[in-house]
C-alpha cells in the first residue's frame, strides 16, 4: 500500500476548496443566467411577431446565443465535478490515513 501523506491531501483540500467555490458558482451562475437569456430571447421573438409562447420558446432555444450558454454550462459542470472528485478523493486519503493509523494502534497494543 502507498504511502499517505495526510498533511499533503490536506493542503490540498486547503488550495483547491477556492477553485471549487468558484467553479459552482459560475455553474450555478449560468444555470440562472440561462432563464434570463431564455425570457429575453423569446421577448425578441415576441417583437418579431412570433405570437404563441411555444413559437417563441423554440426561437429561443433554437438561437445560437442560448447554445453558447449551454456550452458554457457544460464547462462549468465538468469542471466543478473534477474538483469535486478531487477534493472528495483527498479527504478520503486522510480518512484511509486515520483508519490505518488506528490499526497499528491496535496490532501494536494486541502484539505487547
Not at 499533503?8 to 450555478?28: C, E, P, S, T
Not at 423569446?42 to 418579431?48: I, R
Not at 423554440?58 to 449551454?70: G, H, K, V
Amino acid at each position: 500500500m502507498e504511502d499517505i501523506n495526510p498533511n499533503q491531501a490536506v493542503d490540498f483540500l486547503l488550495k483547491n476548496a477556492g477553485l471549487y467555490a468558484k467553479a459552482k458558482a459560475q455553474r450555478v451562475y449560468l444555470e440562472e443566467f440561462r432563464k434570463s437569456k431564455k425570457a429575453i430571447l423569446m421577448q425578441e421573438a415576441f417583437l418579431a411577431g412570433v405570437d404563441t409562447m411555444a413559437g417563441q420558446e423554440r426561437d429561443a432555444y433554437a438561437r445560437s446565443e442560448y447554445r453558447e450558454i449551454l456550452e458554457g454550462l457544460k464547462e462549468a459542470v465538468e469542471i466543478e465535478e473534477k474538483l469535486k472528485w478531487q477534493l472528495t478523493g483527498a479527504q478520503l486519503r486522510v480518512d484511509i490515513w486515520r483508519t490505518n493509523q488506528a490499526n497499528n494502534r491496535f496490532i501494536e497494543k494486541a502484539t505487547q
